[in-house]
Structure formats: C-alpha cells, structure tokens
C-alpha cells in the first residue's frame, strides 16, 4: 500500500497490545487539508497490522449524530448562531462519546476520529466568538471533559485546500462556501491552539504529496507509542 515505509518498519511501528485503555487519536485541520485520505492511509496499515481500531467523525459515528450533521454541515449558514451551533455539536459529541468512542477504548482499541472538541475551540470559539471558557465548560460538564491522547494538526494553505475540496468532492460543508479570509482565519487558529495543547498536538504540513504527510503522521504517531 504505502511502498516507500520498509516493510520491517511497518512492521515495528505499533506495538501488538496496548496497554492502557485504548487510544483516542484524532485528525483537525481545515477545508480540503487531506484528513480522510490520510485516516484511510492509517486505517489500511493498522488493518496490515491486524491492530483493531475504528474510524468515526463528527458531527456523526452516530444515528442522531448522522441527523445533526446534516443540520450543522449542510444548513443554512444564518439560521444558527455560534451558541446555538456548538451545543450541536456538543450534543453530537456526548452521543459519540457514550455511543461509540469509549465503548471503543473500553474494548482496547485505537479511535480515529475525523474532528473532535478541536474543531468547536476553532470554529465556533476563535473564529465564530463564543466565549472559549464556555467551549471548555460544557465539554467538562455534559461531554465527560475527554480530550484526545493525540491530535494530528494539518495545516494547509487555504486555497490549495479549497481546490483540491472543488476538485475532489461536491461541496457538502457549508464552511466550504465562506469568504478566503474565512478559511485563512481558521488556518491561522488551528496553528494557535496546536502551541496552547502542544502536549497532544502535532502539526504536519499538508501542502506536502500525500504519501510524504502520510510519513510525517507515521513518526509522530510512532513517536507517541514509544514515548508512552
């Protein structure tokens, strides 16, 4: 699959059991920065690996989360206001935590989610103007206050990562249609809360090919199993 990692080095990059109980990674980063093509890249050697995890998203992983989604993802952009839109989110979350994700660590396996609280603090905090104690208080009150064990950051020019969206995908995320400044607002956040949570966040360069984002998520991943 991924032909330039040696084969011996796949085959030593995760450990075959886990110790604690299980491991939540997730993937943050803005329009068209390449999460699901690099979770499906991470998918497949974790599957190479015979390592069980599972793959999941939000808003989603869930039925209601699923309904919420397209509420929040395809909506109209005026008919929610940041308040509004993250106890959404929020809603979605505590069902995907109760629902999918912990059952999931419970039974010792790797969760890969596309988006978490990350992307609440980003969009509806730093950009949209909701107070960020609020984000962080009901995420400790109402969403068990879990945070990942590691975050994977993808950082992408804005409008390389609306091109390749355009060209890749019909556009399903209402944030897709915002203004340029919109988008590089969100770049610029992302990078701000990777250095206020650089205990679990990495960031990758995503305006990079594919497979060579795919290596550098390979050792930061890898650097997180040895050093744990």
Avoid: W
């Avoid at 397209?70 to 109209?76: A, F, P």
């Avoid at 990942?148 to 390749?164: A, M, S």
Wanted: charged share 25%.
């Amino acid at each position: 699959m991924i032909c330039y990692l040696e084969e011996i080095y796949i085959k030593n990059f995760f450990p075959k059991t886990i110790n604690e109980k299980g491991i939540f990674i997730t993937f943050e980063g803005g329009e068209g920065s390449g999460k699901s093509t690099q979770i499906k890249y991470l998918s497949n050697l974790l599957s190479d690996q015979k390592i069980e995890h599972i793959i999941t998203r939000e808003p989603g992983g869930t039925d209601v989360g699923e309904q919420i989604r397209k509420v929040l993802v395809q909506g109209n952009i005026k008919k929610l206001d940041s308040f509004s839109e993250f106890l959404c989110f929020a809603a979605s979350r505590r069902e995907h935590l109760k629902k999918i994700i912990f059952p999931a660590l419970e039974d010792n396996k790797i969760v890969i989610s596309d988006r978490f609280l990350d992307s609440s603090i980003v969009y509806q905090g730093m950009v949209g103007g909701l107070n960020l104690e609020t984000i962080l208080q009901v995420h400790n009150n109402f969403c068990y206050n879990k945070f990942p064990d590691l975050t994977l950051i993808l950082d992408v020019d804005p409008e390389l990562g609306l091109k390749r969206k355009n060209i890749n995908t019909l556009i399903e995320n209402r944030f897709e249609s915002f203004e340029n400044n919109f988008h590089t607002l969100v770049q610029e956040k992302f990078l701000e809360l990777s250095k206020i949570y650089s205990k679990r966040c990495r960031l990758i360069n995503a305006n990079n090919d594919k497979d060579f984002i795919f290596n550098e998520i390979v050792e930061h991943i890898k650097h997180y199993f040895t050093s744990h």
